[in-house]
């Protein structure tokens, strides 16, 4: 039986809270976590299928090879995946953890109920012998669950980490660590460092469906904050930044517009060729990163790549110990 729980706050207050926190820095920003409604989930199916954007499908391929592996190194534990979407790359896990009708609990969480639905009902009928328990809502809400679900392997993939700056990435690792209990196991899936232009490619696609990605975010202030925003003049834009070795992606204000948050009654003058930020993808590479989750008490105990090295799923395992920064 597939059971659903909603953790999510009120949603436009915060929405336009949120918002109004981004508008008032400078730079610029928007809170990514926006971009899923429904509209922006559709939409980020579509990307996930661009030939341009090798992310899904490069590690796809990685879990169908790695997943009996990992059946073996983790033994039958609870399923437990933070921004699950569709759940279709959990399929090959999900097969290899309920072969030959084996029990398992699959937790999927994410901010879109619609989705979470579409995907329990699928899976249920699927996998016969897999308890699919919805989460909606976000991260956090489902921290406090692990020990209770436990022996765990909470799944993290699609390189979404890469959407949380190096501020929000912190306490974020933090919270998992320390959520998680000893001996309790991580899958993390992150894209890599590679050349520029493939990287850029993969977020400025031929058929646009990634700027169209962007301009609902937005779309969507129109819609739920009454923001007015003439669409046409939004640009969507998205860089790799050496530096940060991440690609940033955003809107470029063609001509000078008045935003407005109505919920809040605020108004906010965005300037002719002014940018508007609407999330980072970061990307990695793996000796630094394995030594950055060992701060946090998660030691990699397996590292699985593609041929061309674009892509990467390790498997964590947290320690006895928090870690220096846990
Ligand atoms: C879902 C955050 C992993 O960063 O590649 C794809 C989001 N944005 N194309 C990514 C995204 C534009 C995606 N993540």
Known sequence: MM??????RSTVRDFAESVALGLSDTPRWLPSRFL?????????????????????RT??????????????????????????????K?????????????????VPVDV????????AERIEETFPSVNVAGVHGEYEHVFPLLSAYAPTMLLFLGSTVGNLNHA????????????????????????????PAVLEAAYNDAQGVTAAFTRNFFARMNRELGSRIDLDAVEHVARWNAEWQ?????????????????????RFEVEPGEQIMTEISRKFVLPSLRSYLECFGLETVHAATDDRRWFAVLLLRKGETDGDLA
């Not at 299928?49 to 899904?56: A, G, K």
């Not at 959990?90 to 699959?106: E, F, I, K, Q, S």
């Not at 912190?170 to 590679?194: E, I, N, Q, T, Y």
């Open 3 to 8: 059971t659903l729980t909603t953790t999510s």
């Open 36 to 56: 899923y409604d429904a509209r922006g989930s559709a939409l980020f199916e579509r990307i996930c299928q661009l030939p341009e954007y090798y992310l899904t």
């Open 59 to 88: 590690e796809a391929d990685i879990l169908r090879r790695v997943a009996p592996r990992l059946r073996e190194l983790t033994g039958a534990v609870t399923l437990v995946e933070l921004g699950s979407g569709s759940s279709v």
């Open 90 to 106: 959990t399929d090959t896990l999900l097969a290899a953890y309920a072969r030959n009708g084996d029990p398992v609990r699959y």
């Open 112 to 119: 879109s109920a619609s989705i979470l639905r579409v995907a």
């Open 168 to 195: 929000e990435s912190v306490p974020f690792w933090r919270r998992v660590s320390a959520a998680l209990p000893a001996g309790s196991w991580m899958l993390l899936g992150v894209d890599l460092v590679k050349d």
């Open 246 to 266: 991440r690609i940033e992606i955003g809107g470029r204000f063609r001509s000078r517009q008045m935003v407005d948050v109505l919920p809040l009654g605020r």
